[in-house]
T-cell receptor
Framework: DTGVSQNPRHKITKRGQNVTFRCDPI?????LYWYRQTLGQGPEFLTY????????KSRLLSDRFSAERPKGSFSTLEIQRTEQGDSAMYLC????????????FGPGTRLTVL | AQKVTQAQTEISVVEKEDVTLDCVYE???????LFWYKQPPSGELVFLIR??????QNEISGRYSWNFQKSTSSFNFTITASQVVDSAVYFC????????????FGTGTRLQVTL
């Protein structure tokens, strides 16, 4: 199995711009998670999908954030009108149907908002 | 609410020393899972272990061992004979049991192993 992949790996943008990140989970993993990690902190949960259904969203996910998983495979996370406080590493993880509590993480997308 | 505390921000050891990373958790759930992840400088989180709350048996995997004590809400991680390649940030995490659930992470402990 190839691991979880995320694109782009790095994104630099200006405040106010929109950005979109993509996550490709491990093949046949039905659950997909997004987390955000700021410097010196542990990852914080943002949202979670089971197949194409978004089952949970953190209150950290303001109305500027939206996530989709249209066909139950890859997922996108969009941030509209970026702010400097959005600068962080955005991590994606996936887990298989039979071992739902083992989350396998991708390399992350590092966002820098200038 | 769930909470994970890793009081040790940074630990430095010399190669071949043993080192223990502490983790204390809080949860109101009667069943839950505990995890340890490693984050090397490359940034990708690597899964190390999952422990069920109803299984307090300690576990050993090579140079790694884990001590789960429900009475003190602790899940400590020991590396025996540390190596330079063990240098990384280590995260303890907690999730509800029953269905797949989000992870609540601690703030991590940075381990630096030098020659």
């Amino acid at each position: 199995d190839t691991g979880v992949s995320q694109n782009p790996r790095h994104k630099i943008t200006k405040r106010g711009q929109n950005v979109t990140f993509r996550c490709d989970p491990i093949s046949e993993h039905n659950r997909l998670y997004w987390y955000r990690q700021t410097l010196g902190q542990g990852p914080e949960f943002l949202t979670y999908f089971q197949n194409e259904a978004q089952l949970e969203k953190s209150r950290l996910l303001s109305d500027r954030f939206s996530a989709e998983r249209p066909k139950g495979s890859f997922s996108t996370l969009e941030i509209q009108r970026t702010e400097q406080g959005d600068s962080a590493m955005y991590l994606c993880a996936s887990s298989p149907r039979d071992r739902g509590h083992e989350q396998f993480f991708g390399p992350g997308t590092r966002l820098t908002v200038l | 609410a769930q909470k994970v505390t890793q009081a040790q921000t940074e630990i430095s050891v010399v190669e071949k020393e043993d080192v223990t990373l502490d983790c204390v958790y809080e949860t109101r759930d009667t069943t839950y899972y505990l995890f340890w992840y490693k984050q090397p400088p490359s940034g990708e989180l690597v899964f190390l272990i999952r422990r069920n709350s109803f299984d307090e048996q300690n576990e050993i995997s090579g140079r790694y061992s884990w001590n789960f004590q429900k009475s003190t809400s602790s899940f400590n991680f020991t590396i025996t004979a540390s190596q330079v390649v063990d240098s990384a940030v280590y995260f303890c995490a907690l999730s509800k049991a029953g269905t797949a659930s989000k992870l609540t992470f601690g703030t991590g402990t940075r381990l630096q192993v030098t020659l």
